[in-house]
């Protein structure tokens, strides 16, 4: 193993994380990671962290984003891993902490946290886990929601009003309410202090994208063309909601 990477092992399983984003991701000191992964570990099962290209994050005039520019609460859209699946960027406006998920089919897991100078931004593949409804141009029935969607529920979730599967993005988005099976899947966000900058590097938990692929092939043929399996490289766009989205749903 280089000493630029950080062995982190399951049960029977041991996977490489680039040093750099191991810390980075976790937002604090490696060792902090250590009672997540521990916890993740005691459940038996696992989900690994998938690696994708390294992708930094760019303003719509191409600059590098800077986290630190972020509207806390508010919804923001990039495509990754590929250049058909949409991924919600949110900067919560308070630190997200480490926490141990479980997948459809009981595999644990354990969700780095936030990242950013206040451990507040985290990053969310945007299809629904229920039925796969995600953010398109011309509609998005997901979105994170600043103010409760539904009496009972609180504040700062992702709603799906397709189904009403509620998930909380404080909480690696575990599902809250609703027929959501799983949690929404993690995507792994590298943060570079000195520049402020964002780099998305993987995913962790349960992927869809075969099945979002399957069930929107002719529509993505459309919207996308041939690139919308392309795996991004180099850089992905960030964009609010609003911008990138006509009509975003709030039921
Ligand atoms: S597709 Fe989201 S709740 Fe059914």
Redesign the pocket.
């Known amino acids: 193993m280089g000493l630029g990477t950080v062995r982190c092992t399951y049960p029977g399983e041991a996977f490489l994380l680039d040093r750099r984003s191991f810390i980075e991701s976790c937002g604090i000191k490696a060792a902090a990671c250590v009672p997540a992964l521990t916890a993740a570990s005691a459940l038996g099962a696992h989900a690994n962290p998938k690696a994708y290209a390294r992708v930094l994050l760019v303003d719509e005039q191409g600059q590098p984003l800077r986290a630190g520019a972020l509207k806390p609460q508010t919804n923001y859209v990039f495509h990754y891993p590929y250049e058909a699946t949409p991924v919600f960027l949110l900067d919560l406006g308070k630190p997200a902490s480490p926490q141990t998920l479980s997948t459809r089919s009981r595999e644990a897991y354990a969700w780095p946290g936030g990242v950013g100078a206040k451990r507040s931004v985290v990053a969310f593949s945007a299809i ?1 886990t ?4 995600y953010p398109t141009r011309e509609v998005s ?2 979105s994170f929601r600043k103010t409760r969607a539904q009496r009972g529920v609180q504040d700062n979730l992702i709603h ?1 009003c ?4 509620q998930y909380d993005p404080s909480r690696g988005a575990e599902v809250l309410s ?3 099976p799983q949690p929404l899947c993690a995507v792994l966000l590298a943060y570079e202090t000195k520049a402020d900058t964002l780099t998305a590097y993987g995913t962790l938990g349960s992927e869809l994208f075969d099945a979002f692929f399957l069930k929107y092939e002719v529509k993505l043929g459309l919207d996308a063309g041939p690139k919308a399996k392309n795996a991004v490289t180099g850089q992905a766009v960030v964009r609010e909601l609003d911008n990138f989205c006509r009509n975003a749903i709030q039921c």
């Open positions: 629904c229920h039925q796969l409804a029935f997901i799906c397709a189904e009403h599967s609703g027929p959501a």
